[in-house]
């Protein structure tokens, strides 16, 4: 997942486990396939980056705002930056200390949803930088990935405690599903076409499905160790996720059947993946081992673009206005785009 997700959790893997309604299938119609290796784009001469105010803060999660401006958490620093269009950055300080923030996303009600996971939070600042946060049920529950549900809820993985859990935006009221198998660590999650809810076990190695009744499936990645982070709704209908360990990404059908694609560069650490411009029928990830940004085409074609500050680590990537692709550099500091995707 996000850095500190990954750090906590990179020790030793657990293969991956037969789930019921598991299907592992074999290429063409599943597993693993070798085609779709495209290109890599060694200039980076679209790519335009921007340094944060604060020096080693760390951002990691990204989002364009419902006011236009990008929005992205400061791991390091307790704070929530704001990127506007004069290419200005201001900084909000989270009141939890070391709360570490992590993902953001705009919730249903236009105000910016983020996790504070060793804060045990998750909080939400307005457009003009009001923060509102509220404690989980138990603490030690590294709060993670978010997505809005189909009721209208903030749904958000509790990676400690096993758990997915929603929070409605109206009374803040949390709603707790705990997990069928025990040491899963859910990771992001993404709402799927028909309003079901899909998410990633990180050391479970396991994609999981909240059906729009309750109901909890997993399904079993074919290759063991795989720790899967992001997950997004592909243009195809399909969910799409990567496998930051295996160096792959993943896509799974609504009834289970799941095909991997390798990365065109080995120990590339795929983190985040989110569906690209409209009308385009790919995926943006990131490389965080590889210091790329990439994208993948619905049949499976990979291209890697380099991101030009060197070891910069980027982490949470999001499609903005414009068809422009927003990206973070925890390493380096900065906010990284591609004006021509």
């Known amino acids: 997942m996000l850095r500190r997700l990954l750090a906590a959790t990179a020790v030793v893997f657990l293969s991956a486990c ?19 290796i495209a ?13 944060v105010r604060s020096k080693n803060a760390g951002p990691l999660g990204i989002v364009t705002g419902p006011d236009g401006n990008i929005w992205f958490t400061e791991n390091l620093k307790n704070r929530i930056g704001k990127l506007d269009s004069t290419n200005h950055i201001t900084e909000f300080t989270i009141p939890t ?19 504070e996971s060793t804060g045990d939070k998750v909080a939400k600042i307005t457009t003009a930088g009001t923060i509102t946060e509220y404690p989980l049920p138990k603490l030690g529950s590294e709060p ?5 549900g189909p009721d209208g ?20 009221a ?20 028909d309003g ?10 396991r994609i999981g499905e909240v059906k729009t009744n309750g109901t909890i499936v997993e399904f079993a990645i074919p290759t063991a160790n795989a720790a899967p982070a992001g997950i997004a709704a592909g243009p195809d209908g399909n969910l799409w996720f990567v496998e930051e360990a295996a160096s792959k990404i993943g896509r799974i059908t609504k009834t289970g059947t799941i095909t991997e694609f390798p990365t065109t560069t080995a120990a590339a650490k795929p983190l985040v993946i989110t569906p690209g411009p409209s009308g385009q029928n790919d995926l943006w990830f990131t490389e965080s081992g590889a210091n790329n940004i990439a994208k993948i085409t619905t049949s499976g074609a990979i291209t890697e673009f380099g991101v030009p500050t060197a070891n910069s680590e980027p982490h949470d990537i999001f499609v903005g206005a414009g068809s422009v692709v927003w990206f973070t550099e925890f390493a380096a500091d900065r906010i990284g785009s591609d004006t021509s995707p």
């Open 174 to 193: 949390i709603t707790e599903m705990k997990l069928p198998e025990a040491r899963s660590e859910p990771a992001f999650l993404a709402k799927a076409s």
């Open 97 to 115: 200390l070391k709360s570490h923030p992590n993902h953001i996303i705009v919730g249903p009600d236009n105000d910016l949803w983020f996790s």
């Open 39 to 51: 290109a890599h784009r060694a200039s980076p001469d679209a790519i335009v980056e921007k340094l």
């Open 196 to 205: 079901s809810m899909w998410f990633t076990e990180f050391l479970g190695d």
């Open 18 to 36: 037969a789930s019921r309604g598991v299907v592992t299938p074999s290429a063409p119609g599943g597993g693993t396939a070798s085609l779709g």
């Open 153 to 172: 809820d903030v749904w958000f993985s509790e990676t400690f405690h096993n758990r997915i859990a929603k929070i409605s935006p109206t009374t803040g």
């Open 144 to 148: 993670g990935g978010l997505a809005v």
